[in-house]
């Protein structure tokens, strides 16, 4: 068994339910100890949610640290859903036809041992390496992502700790290993809109006003404006409704009030505000007594084709012979908090087919490529 499949193992036995680590961040950190890492654990949240973060890095020979190549992921695992579906424990890894089953083996413990036996062999290869090395591991990437990455890209930017190159070890391959790369995420704006009506019998239309039959040319405004064209990296800006909700139950009833849930997720041709006011101006137009309740899930970021991105489509082509797509496509990611302090971040991992599915699985034969893919990354930006 390689290296990177034993501890892919090792990592897949902790019972990491986010927030929980499950002790996946202790068994790293012995790891990138023993080759000359300087390791940090922050605990951060509620004690009813206590999140694992680890940071440790490795600085190199040159003065300043050189430039920084730091890779990041989480521990902590989507809930396994029912344990009577999986066709062997979801926490004891399991090979059968060529794969390597359980949770969090595509998302993302297998990208996690990559990262660690990846950084091993350079360090053994490369002992005098220029560039530093480090890792931000955080156990709050599939929870509410509040007390986690956010919490340490903040103490870094408080530290002056620079970073220039960042990979996130996402499950981003679609058929093949190696066929996308993440270089960029849309943002992600959410609303819970409340559209008041008057609550009447349903015989007695005259005395109501009905909030559906209100709001329903407001929705077919809202699904039909273009919002942005989207550009060479990003789709057009997506709007869509996830609930709707109004009535008590009972059908004879004119309800007071409809609550619509919805979701913006924008490029970088648009900002927070300007998708905001647009919205609540057509409401408005079409006459309608509302209020909104905004969040913002995170910013849209975008690498571009840069030094960062060049290095690990030529690592990805040198492994696989495959000639890899840069992508912005799915959901947010961990990516839009380090994006802030660092210069180029992209995401690569093994196929996310079965990313948070019952009997999620990796390719045992990818297992090995994935990891050379990140040391040669490493090669060619900080050797």
Known sequence: MSATLELTEALIACNSVTPADGGCQDLIAKRLQAIGFETESVVSGPENFQVSNLWAIKKGKAGDQGKVFMFAGHTDVVPTGPLEKW?????????????????????????????VVATEEFVAQHPDH??????????????PAKD????MCERLLKQGQRLDYCVIGEPTSVNRLGDMIKNGRRGSLSGKLKVKGIQAHIAYPHLGENPIHLTAPAISA????????GNEYFQPTSFQISNIHSGTGANNIIPGELTIEFNFRFS??????????RLEKILKDIGLDFEIDWHLGGSPFITGDAELAAAMRKAIKAETQIETELSTT????????????????????????????????VIIDNVEPLKNIYRKTLEHLIA
């Open 330 to 361: 799915g959901g947010t990611s961990d990516g839009r908090f380090i994006a802030k302090i660092c210069k180029e971040v992209v995401e690569f991992g093994p196929l996310n087919a079965t990313s948070h599915k019952i009997n999620e699985c």
């Open 222 to 229: 809202l699904v039909a404006t273009e919002w942005d064209k």
């Open 130 to 143: 220029q560039g530093s090395i480090a890792f931000l591991i955080t156990s709050d990437e599939e929870g």
């Open 148 to 151: 986690g990455t956010v919490i």
């Open 268 to 277: 970088t041709e648009s900002k927070p505000e300007q998708l905001r006011e």
């Open 87 to 115: 066709a062997s424990n979801p926490f004891t890894p399991t090979i059968r036809d060529g794969m390597l089953y359980g949770r969090g083996a595509a998302d993302m413990k297998t990208s996690l041992a990559g990262f």
